[in-house]
C-alpha cells in the first residue's frame, strides 16, 4: 500500500494475522437480547463496567454507505453470509492486492452482484501490500457505520474545508518544500483522533483507574488520557493532536467529550472547532459499542454519528515501528530537491 503502510517487519505482520485472526469470526452485537438478560458486565473496584482489555475493529461494514445502496440501510442474512463467503474466497484463499478502509466492502458487493471487480491497492508496484497483511473481516447486516444522518453519509463539507482538503491534496502532487507539505501519518505524527481504520493495525487498548481511562491505538502507538476528575477544558488556545478529553459515567456507558484539537487532528481536514462526544459501553463478553458524535462546524455543515461495535482480542498490542519519519521522509526531500536540480539545469 506504499508509504503510508510501511511501518512494521514482514514477521510482525504475520504475528499480528495468526494472533489476531482469532477474533475476527464473531458477529459482533450477536444475540444482544439474549445477552442484555443473561449477561452482566465485569465491574471494577469502583463499581464502574470494566471496559479495559485489547479490543479490535475489524468490521467490514464501510464508514459510508454506497451510493448504489442509497436506499438499502441493512442487509438480509442471505446477502450477509454470500458477502462473507466472497470476501474469504477472495481475499484469504486468494492471492489478490491487500484492501484498506471500505474498499473490501464496495469490491466483494460488486462480485456477489456478479459484476467481476478486480483492483490494485496502489500502483501494482514496489510497496503494493497482498491480502495476506490483512485480518480477516467482521461482517454484519448495516451498510454503513455512520448511524446519523439516516441517509448514512457524512454531511456536506463547509467551503473552508473544500478548501482545506484541495490545498491538502495539491501540496502531496507538487515536490515537498518541507516535512509540512507531507501527511501527519507520514511524518509518523498521527493517524488522528478518533480512529475509525478498520482491518489493518486496528487494535486498541484500554486501561482504567477511578479517575482516569488510558486508550491506546495501534497505529502509531498514539495513547490518549481520558480524565474522569470532572475538571473543565483548558482555555481554547491550548491546542492537541488528540484534544483534551474529559469523561463522566453515565449509568454503565462511559461518556467522553473532547474539545481543543488542532487542526487536521481528524480525518486531516477537521477544524480547530472539533467537538468529540464517544460512547463506551460492554455490549456483550466479547464486544464493546463504541458510539461517536463529530460536530465541527468549520469542516461539515452539521453533526454526525457512527457506531463501530468493537470485539475483544486476547492477543496484546505489539509495537507499531513507524520509520517513514525517520527513513522515507528524508527521501522524500532529498528526491524533491534533486528535481529541482535537474529542472535548473535545463
Request: hydrophobic residues 35%.
Amino acid at each position: 500500500m506504499g508509504y503510508r503502510f510501511l511501518c512494521l517487519t514482514l514477521s510482525f505482520a504475520g504475528l499480528t494475522a495468526l494472533g489476531h485472526a482469532q477474533v475476527a469470526q464473531r458477529t459482533p452485537m450477536a444475540n444482544s437480547k439474549a445477552l442484555k438478560q443473561t449477561w452482566t458486565p465485569p465491574r471494577t473496584s469502583d463499581g464502574h463496567p470494566d471496559l479495559q482489555g485489547f479490543w479490535a475493529n475489524n468490521n467490514a461494514t464501510p464508514l459510508e454507505r454506497p451510493k448504489e445502496l442509497a436506499n438499502h440501510p441493512v442487509l438480509t442474512d442471505e446477502e450477509v453470509q454470500a458477502m462473507r463467503k466472497k470476501a474469504e474466497e477472495m481475499f484469504v484463499s486468494g492471492k489478490v492486492d491487500a484492501a484498506f478502509g471500505d474498499q473490501i466492502f464496495l469490491t466483494v458487493w460488486a462480485n456477489v452482484k456478479g459484476v467481476k471487480v478486480g483492483f490494485k491497492s496502489t500502483d501494482g508496484e514496489t510497496g503494493d501490500y497482498g491480502s495476506e497483511w490483512n485480518d480477516h473481516r467482521v461482517w454484519d447486516n448495516r451498510t454503513s457505520l455512520i448511524t446519523d444522518p439516516p441517509d448514512g453519509r457524512m454531511p456536506p463539507l463547509t467551503p473552508e474545508a473544500l478548501k482545506r482538503r484541495e490545498e491538502a491534496r495539491m501540496a502531496i502532487m507538487r515536490p515537498a518544500r518541507g516535512p509540512e507539505d507531507r501527511s501527519l501519518s507520514e511524518r509518523c505524527l498521527t493517524y488522528g483522533s478518533p480512529q475509525v481504520l478498520a482491518g489493518y493495525q486496528a487494535y486498541s487498548q484500554i486501561v482504567q483507574t477511578p479517575k482516569s481511562v488510558m486508550m491506546m491505538s495501534e497505529m502509531i502507538h498514539d495513547v490518549r488520557q481520558i480524565r474522569l476528575d470532572g475538571g473543565p477544558h483548558p482555555p481554547p488556545n491550548v491546542q492537541e493532536w488528540f484534544g483534551d478529553s474529559r469523561g463522566h459515567w453515565d449509568g454503565d456507558t462511559l461518556v467522553i467529550d473532547t474539545t481543543n484539537y488542532k487542526p487536521k487532528a481528524f480525518m486531516s481536514i477537521s477544524s480547530e472547532k472539533l467537538h468529540i462526544i464517544e460512547r463506551l459501553s460492554r455490549s456483550g463478553p466479547e464486544t464493546l459499542k463504541y458510539e461517536v458524535t463529530v460536530d465541527d462546524p468549520g469542516t461539515w455543515t452539521k453533526p454526525w454519528s457512527l457506531m463501530i461495535p468493537l470485539q475483544s482480542s486476547k492477543v496484546p498490542v505489539y509495537e507499531y515501528a513507524c520509520h517513514e519519519g525517520n527513513e522515507g521522509l528524508a527521501g522524500i526531500l532529498a528526491g524533491a530537491r534533486a528535481d529541482e536540480a535537474a529542472a535548473a539545469k535545463k
